[in-house]
């Protein structure tokens, strides 16, 4: 069940500036990370959220589930992490077996040091992602809609880790990288309420939208026209960075649909109708740097860096929905 739509928006334009100064209630210094997850809640995509300890990736993510009013689970993986914890359980109650969902039946699952579980129960969370339902003894459970994951993960841990595989990583619309906050925004955290070390503002951030709310949002997105030439655009910097040297694995066709439906989100929430060459600029970083597999002489910014300067801009044609 949504939460209560307390405050509502005029545009999405109104929607993102909205949903910043609600999570500045509680997480300040945030602000693109913010944008990013509001575009993904949007494209109905899922965000991994990697910094060090201590850079506010599990409030960020609890401040957004009630941004956008919805149900909210949070799973702290360890190594000893069962699938069943996160997809369910068959048990006899009563003489009948009975279906006990799990963590993924949700809105929005906080996956907690996703990198700290091994790879059976990440691949469980893998289906749960991919096909928004899980599979128990055979029998699949639809998960409910909409249904978002933001997991984190901590680059600086090195024990008891298990890294995640090329195809899980390809599921995540968005890697997105948190580093501290500057020094006025480091500051001004001084001013939130807080009980002991705990922030004490997270009940206050208005919920924005609801499940309907989202659902009618989302509506507007797949109304965004997209060019043929920009489309066109799209692909070709996904196939240059198959043939860079260096480059073992390139983006992924998943990694243009995914780039597209970015696009249109951020165009959306700029006010356009259309998408433009400005959002795929925009959002590429953060769609294609974790799908890139490469060699130690290189870095994903290098290969991103020299695919947008070998491709040229798109000329006019016409547009594609």
Not at 109 to 133: C, G, S, W
Not at 287 to 314: F, K
């Amino acid at each position: 069940m949504s939460l209560l739509v307390e405050a509502p928006y005029e545009s999405l334009v109104d929607l993102r500036e909205r949903a910043k100064a609600e999570i500045a209630k509680v997480v300040i210094g945030q602000e693109r990370a913010v944008e990013l997850l509001l575009v993904a809640a949007l494209a109905r995509g899922h965000v991994l959220l990697e910094g060090p300890p201590g850079s506010a990736k599990t409030l960020l993510a609890r401040a957004t589930a009630h941004m956008l009013g919805a149900t909210f689970k949070r799973i702290q993986f360890t190594p000893d992490t069962t699938p069943a914890e996160l997809t369910g359980i068959n048990a006899i109650r009563m003489g009948e077996q009975v279906f006990f969902p799990g963590s993924v039946f949700t809105n929005v699952l906080l996956a907690d040091e996703i990198n700290r579980t091994p790879p059976r129960t990440q691949a469980a969370l893998l289906e749960a992602m991919q096909e928004r339902q899980v599979t128990v003894e055979g029998k699949g459970h639809k998960l409910p809609d909409p249904f978002l994951v933001i997991a984190t993960q901590n680059p600086y841990e090195h024990r008891d880790v298990f890294e995640l595989p090329e195809s899980q990583l390809d599921r995540f619309l968005f890697k997105i990288v948190l580093d501290y906050a500057d020094a006025q925004s480091e500051y001004e955290m001084l001013d939130l309420p807080h009980k002991g070390v705990a922030p004490d503002m997270l009940g206050e951030v208005r919920p924005l939208l609801g499940v309907v709310g989202l659902d009618k949002a989302r509506d507007e997105l797949d109304t965004t026209e997209m060019p043929e030439e920009i489309g066109r655009y799209m692909v070709e910097i996904a196939r240059r960075t198959r043939d860079i040297a260096g480059v073992e694995l390139g983006v992924s066709s998943r990694g243009i649909m995914h780039m597209a439906s970015a696009a249109k989100a951020n165009a959306r929430l700029s006010g356009r109708e259309e998408v433009t060459i400005e959002d795929v600029r925009e959002i590429a970083p953060y769609v294609l740097r974790h799908r890139l597999i490469l060699d130690d002489s290189l870095s994903p910014d290098d290969v991103l860096s020299t695919v947008l300067e070998q491709v040229p801009a798109p000329q006019r044609a016409f547009s594609l929905r």
